[in-house]
Every structure is written in C-alpha cells, then in structure tokens.
C-alpha cells in the first residue's frame, strides 16, 4: 500500500508539471543517441544544432528549436534534478503556457543577444572569425530564465535573498569568465525578471518560514 501511495502521488506530481517531464524525455532519448555516435560524428551533429552565429544565418527557427532538444557533454541526470527543482515548480505555478512563454522568451532572446554580442566582438577583432561555427546548444538558457522568475515565487523579505543568491551564481562567471555564454546566462536571468507581468495572479508567495513550521508541527 505504501509503493503504491509513492507510486500515486510520484504520478500526480508528473502529471502537475506535463511540459518539464515531457521535455525532459525528449532530452533522455537524445542524450542516450549521441551515446551511441562518434565523436567526431557527435560534433559534426551538434554543431548542425548549433544556435552559433553560422547556422543562425542560415536556419535560425530550425537551430533555435533543435539547440533545446540536446544536452552538451552527455550528462543527463543533472538536468532531471534541475529540472524538477525549477521548471517544474515554475510550470506548476505558472501554468503550461505561461511557463513555456519564460523559458522560450530566456533562451531565443538570450541567444540571440549573446550571438549579436559574438558577432560584435568578431567584427572589433576581439574574438577570431572561427567563433561564428562554436558549438552552442543546450537548455541553460531557457532554466536561467525560469530561475530568474521563480524570485517572484518567494515570499518577501526571502525574495531579496534569492536574488543575491541568483545574481551571484550567473554574475560572477560573467565578471571572471566572459564568454558570450556566460553573458546569455546572465541575461536569461534578466529576461526571467522581467516577465513579472506573467506572474500576476498566480496566488500568494511561498514563505519558507511557514513551511519549516508546518515540518515543524
């Protein structure tokens, strides 16, 4: 009775989040193929799915759906965590649509404005011309902007913390590393911030403080 209890309230909760799960299927199959590819096949494949600056030009609707459905280096697990830590709790609160709006507008918008930067850096000679082919896929941008979103989730004065928190973790990579994707990562985080507007209505802010006394008793 216990197993299937779990087994009950595990089904709910996937249910609660359809388009997480969903997506995260889509990003087991194909992390189970690149798997089973060469390495140099896997590059060449990834580098065809590639929201990089080539292929932007070329297909840039194709590439920016195609980017989402793969995960660079192969580790899935991590995302699964991630995923239900965040998007699903976002998707559960938002909403489907609503979510799904955050987590596209995070990763077209930041994408874009990332590659711009890229190619702005190119044309002042301060990166090399063979960075318009760099291997650029992956869903940290559309988490990022989820991330950015969940602040309104959080009750005040716990909100401020989370951001602090957040602005620390994507801003300090962009101030030492300065890669074109650490300033996508930071600007997902800005993107997530601004859809406030999406969040009206969607019910009162979790406090953390009632939750550890209801665990309390």
């Known amino acids: 009775m216990r197993i299937d209890g779990a087994l009950h309230r595990a089904g709910s909760y996937l249910r609660s989040a359809p388009g997480t799960y969903v997506w995260l299927v889509v990003l087991f199959v194909s992390t189970v193929a690149l798997h ?3 390495p140099d096949f896997e590059e060449d494949f990834l580098r065809q799915r590639s929201t990089n600056i080539h292929e932007l030009s070329d297909n840039p609707v194709r590439v920016l759906i195609t980017s989402a459905m793969w ?11 991630l995923f239900t830590a965040f998007h699903a709790q976002a998707e559960r609160w938002l909403g489907t649509l609503r979510w799904l709006a955050v987590a596209v507008a995070a990763h077209v918008l930041a994408t874009l404005i990332s590659e711009g930067a890229l190619l702005g850096a190119i044309k002042r000679g301060a990166a090399p011309h063979s960075a318009v082919d760099t291997l650029d ?3 940290s941008y559309a988490l990022a902007g989820v991330v950015g979103v969940l602040t309104y989730r959080v009750a005040v004065p716990w909100r401020y913390l989370y951001l602090v928190v957040i602005l620390a973790v994507y801003g300090l990579p962009l101030l030492t590393g300065r890669t074109f994707t650490d300033f996508g990562h930071f600007i997902s985080i800005l993107i997530g911030l601004c859809c406030y507007p999406l969040v009206r209505g969607r019910g009162k802010a979790w406090n953390p403080k009632e939750t550890l006394a209801t665990l309390r008793g």
């Open 36 to 38: 089973h590819m060469s």
């Open 71 to 81: 995960i660079d280096g192969g580790l899935w697990l991590p995302y699964a965590v």
């Open 137 to 139: 896929i992956g869903v």
